[in-house]
């Protein structure tokens, strides 16, 4: 083992674990690194001292001799609004960064990954590929929803009706005490549960594991198993670069298809991949995406909420819908292939233990998992379109577009920060019929903030969310729902033709044929030909923005981030 052959090299490290408490006997036992985002920062890992405590002890008891180590994760619910939110996409590379230095730094054998949300599950996932050891990664499980199915991401339409007076002071407060009654992931498919399934579909996660609601208690037993599992990987040296192949990622992205997954997935499927010496391109998403049918009935696309994915089967039930798709043969971290591990769930009593919750709630599986002749839509959520406003591609999550916006030519209404499109959607100030721009947001313009609050806006207002669209090189909650096309690239910080447009540009969406263009302006149509005239005699005119980030992380990241269809990582951190 690794940490045998270190101690060696290092006398040092023997009194330096004796004086933390290690007994003389734990030196030459396997060392596993238990590695959590543990922190009161939010529900998504004010439990976590929980599962590391169940694992400690599972790996105790299997012979290995676990060590505790923390990098905390902010919350992207609580970053909403203000500046805080342009920390969030960075927060991933540094918490990545950061275990890679509590791996490096200190011998270990291999390590448990305890993590839930948006930003921790995928830099975790990141950091395992990227430091190639035998790893385990355990899913922090999914909250329980509050009284009449009340789910956080329902806040944000409330708020937007307080806003419009539309409800009162002391009913918002009522949604707003009673939308997070425990701790998980916010109760819907948004990124942190997105990404807990996505662990487990690429096959660095127990069989089962993603999403389980923590009030059930099958967390702490998929911990001890985890636990267990780590000691017997340090001894097997079966490491992430085996698991993590481009069969797996195919896989994850079905899965993500099936599910109508998270937006923000686009930008973190492609960075772990790219830690493993991979490299996902977008349209591999459209591809997948265009042939497995989205079946999950779970907000925000569908109508259920988020715990009651683990109760009709979670991720293996959705695998078994779309098995004539998936390759079955890829190894995963149980030491067994994707198929022999599906095979086993069917035998050991999984699904019945996940069904004894339907029973209870009185809903059948077909409610939550549709079968896969009679899907929710043929196609999967997401779709890149391309086209001389993006020529590097951009993300919309077109399961949640009206039809009357799939095909549609709107007039530009330009905003060079949310906060003032925000505003103009609240005051009424946006009209049926336009095309409202964010720009100014992506990776080096501000670190990438979600816009989520301005989505809300327009989802909650009945004309607007069939009448609109919201285009931005920022990103989206994976709550958001409506009209939003994001990720728009090359951003404007970088020139992209976004950072040209101007009001009363014609933008065509036509999202079928995968397509986002400038086709007019001053109301005016005009000629591709045309239009190329006018962009390039605009970018003349252009004059790149002064970065308002002079000092700090922020500084660092937004000077060596690569682009949002790419992944959005700092490349110099590689």
Same mark, same amino acid.
């Given at each position: 083992?690794?940490?045998?052959?270190?101690?060696?090299?290092?006398?040092?490290? $023997?009194?330096?674990?004796?004086?933390?408490?290690?007994?003389? %006997?734990?030196?030459?036992?396997?060392?596993?690194?238990?590695?959590?985002?543990?922190? !009161?920062?939010?529900?998504?890992?004010?439990?976590?001292?929980?599962?590391?405590?169940?694992?400690?002890?599972?790996?105790?008891?299997?012979?290995?001799?676990?060590?505790?180590?923390?990098?905390?994760?902010?919350? $992207?619910? %609580?970053?909403?609004?203000?500046?805080?939110?342009?920390?969030?996409?960075?927060?991933?590379?540094?918490? &990545?960064?950061?275990? %890679?230095?509590?791996?490096?730094?200190?011998?270990?054998?291999?390590?448990?990954?305890?993590?839930?949300?948006?930003?921790?599950?995928?830099?975790?996932?990141?950091? #395992?590929?990227?430091?190639?050891?035998?790893?385990?990664?355990?899913?922090?499980?999914?909250?329980?929803?509050?009284?009449?199915?009340?789910?956080?991401? @329902?806040? +944000?339409?409330?708020?937007?009706?307080?806003?419009?007076?539309?409800?009162?002071?002391?009913?918002?407060?009522?949604?707003?005490?009673?939308?997070?009654?425990?701790?998980?992931?916010?109760?819907?498919?948004?990124?942190?549960?997105?990404?807990?399934?996505?662990?487990?579909?690429?096959?660095?996660? *127990?069989?089962?594991?993603?999403?389980?609601?923590?009030?059930?208690?099958?967390?702490?037993?998929?911990?001890?198993?985890?636990?267990?599992?780590?000691?017997?990987?340090?001894?097997? $040296?079966?490491?992430?670069?085996? #698991?993590?192949?481009?069969?797996?990622?195919?896989? &994850?992205?079905?899965?993500?298809?099936?599910?109508?997954?998270?937006?923000?997935?686009?930008?973190?499927?492609?960075?772990?991949?790219?830690?493993?010496? *991979?490299?996902?391109?977008?349209?591999?998403?459209?591809?997948? !995406?265009?042939? /497995?049918?989205?079946?999950?009935? /779970?907000?925000?696309?569908?109508?259920?909420?988020?715990?009651?994915?683990?109760?009709? +089967?979670?991720?293996?039930?959705?695998?078994?819908?779309?098995?004539?798709?998936? !390759?079955?043969?890829?190894?995963?971290?149980?030491?067994?292939? *994707?198929?022999?591990?599906?095979?086993?769930?069917?035998?050991?009593?999984?699904?019945?233990?996940?069904?004894?919750?339907?029973? #209870?709630?009185?809903?059948?599986?077909?409610?939550? #998992?549709?079968?896969?002749?009679?899907? /929710?839509?043929? %196609?999967?959520?997401?779709?890149?379109?391309?086209?001389?406003?993006?020529?590097?591609?951009?993300?919309?999550? !077109?399961?949640?577009?009206?039809?009357?916006?799939?095909?549609?030519?709107?007039?530009?209404?330009?905003?060079?920060?949310?906060?003032?499109?925000?505003?103009?959607?609240?005051?009424?100030?946006?009209?049926?019929?336009?095309?409202?721009?964010?720009?100014?947001?992506?990776?080096?313009?501000?670190?990438?903030?979600?816009?989520?609050?301005?989505?809300?806006?327009?989802?909650?207002?009945?004309?607007?969310?069939?009448? /609109?669209? *919201?285009?931005?090189? +920022?990103?989206?909650?994976?709550?958001?729902?409506?009209?939003?096309?994001?990720?728009?690239?090359?951003?404007?910080?970088? +020139?992209?033709?976004?950072?040209?447009?101007?009001?009363?540009?014609?933008? @065509?969406?036509?999202?079928?044929?995968?397509?986002?263009?400038?086709?007019?302006?001053?109301?005016?149509?005009?000629?591709?030909?045309?239009?190329?005239?006018?962009?390039?005699?605009?970018?003349?005119?252009?004059?790149?923005?002064?970065?308002?980030?002079?000092?700090?992380?922020?500084?660092?990241?937004?000077?060596?981030?690569?682009?949002?269809?790419?992944?959005?990582?700092?490349?110099?951190?590689?």
């Amino acid at each position: 083992m690794k940490s045998q052959e270190l101690r060696k090299k290092a006398p040092e490290l $023997d009194s330096l674990r004796l004086g933390s408490g290690w007994k003389i %006997e734990d030196l030459s036992k396997p060392q596993i690194i238990v590695e959590s985002s543990f922190g !009161h920062s939010h529900p998504g890992s004010a439990h976590l001292d929980r599962l590391v405590n169940v694992a400690d002890k599972a790996i105790f008891d299997r012979g290995g001799r676990p060590a505790n180590y923390y990098a905390t994760d902010m919350c $992207d619910g %609580e970053a909403q609004g203000h500046d805080g939110m342009n920390y969030s996409l960075v927060s991933r590379d540094i918490i &990545a960064a950061m275990v %890679e230095i509590h791996v490096k730094a200190t011998p270990f054998d291999a390590g448990v990954f305890i993590s839930s949300c948006d930003k921790s599950a995928p830099a975790h996932l990141m950091a #395992i590929a990227r430091i190639d050891m035998p790893s385990v990664f355990v899913p922090g499980g999914i909250m329980k929803a509050g009284p009449n199915m009340l789910t956080l991401e @329902q806040i +944000g339409k409330y708020s937007a009706m307080y806003e419009r007076n539309e409800i009162t002071e002391g009913q918002f407060m009522e949604y707003k005490r009673d939308a997070c009654p425990t701790c998980g992931a916010c109760s819907f498919m948004g990124t942190a549960s997105t990404m807990q399934v996505m662990a487990e579909a690429l096959g660095v996660a *127990l069989p089962g594991s993603a999403l389980i609601p923590t009030h059930t208690g099958g967390l702490e037993h998929i911990a001890k198993l985890s636990g267990e599992r780590a000691v017997e990987l340090a001894k097997e $040296d079966l490491k992430p670069s085996d #698991i993590l192949t481009i069969k797996a990622f195919e896989n &994850a992205i079905m899965v993500h298809a099936a599910i109508a997954g998270s937006s923000n997935s686009l930008l973190h499927i492609p960075a772990i991949a790219h830690e493993a010496g *991979l490299t996902i391109e977008p349209e591999l998403f459209d591809t997948i !995406h265009r042939k /497995i049918p989205f079946i999950l009935n /779970i907000r925000p696309s569908g109508f259920w909420p988020g715990e009651y994915y683990w109760y009709a +089967g979670g991720t293996p039930a959705i695998m078994e819908e779309i098995k004539e798709f998936l !390759h079955l043969d890829v190894m995963t971290v149980t030491g067994k292939t *994707l198929g022999e591990n599906l095979e086993e769930l069917k035998r050991n009593g999984y699904y019945e233990e996940c069904h004894k919750y339907l029973k #209870i709630n009185n809903v059948s599986k077909a409610d939550i #998992i549709r079968p896969i002749n009679d899907p /929710i839509r043929k %196609e999967g959520a997401i779709a890149i379109l391309k086209g001389n406003l993006a020529p590097e591609g951009a993300v919309v999550k !077109h399961s949640a577009v009206s039809p009357k916006l799939m095909q549609v030519t709107l007039k530009a209404r330009v905003f060079d920060c949310e906060e003032d499109a925000l505003n103009a959607v609240l005051k009424k100030d946006i009209i049926a019929g336009e095309a409202v721009f964010i720009r100014y947001e992506g990776p080096k313009g501000s670190g990438m903030p979600e816009m989520f609050y301005t989505t809300e806006a327009i989802a909650s207002d009945a004309e607007l969310v069939e009448s /609109i669209a *919201l285009i931005t090189d +920022g990103r989206f909650s994976g709550a958001t729902r409506g009209p939003a096309i994001g990720h728009v690239s090359p951003e404007a910080s970088e +020139g992209g033709p976004i950072a040209l447009v101007e009001n009363g540009d014609l933008i @065509q969406i036509d999202i079928p044929a995968r397509g986002l263009n400038i086709i007019g302006t001053n109301g005016v149509e005009r000629s591709l030909a045309e239009i190329d005239k006018i962009l390039t005699e605009r970018r003349k005119n252009w004059i790149k923005p002064k970065s308002r980030f002079n000092k700090g992380i922020l500084s660092i990241y937004t000077r060596n981030c690569v682009s949002p269809m790419k992944g959005g990582y700092m490349e110099d951190l590689r």
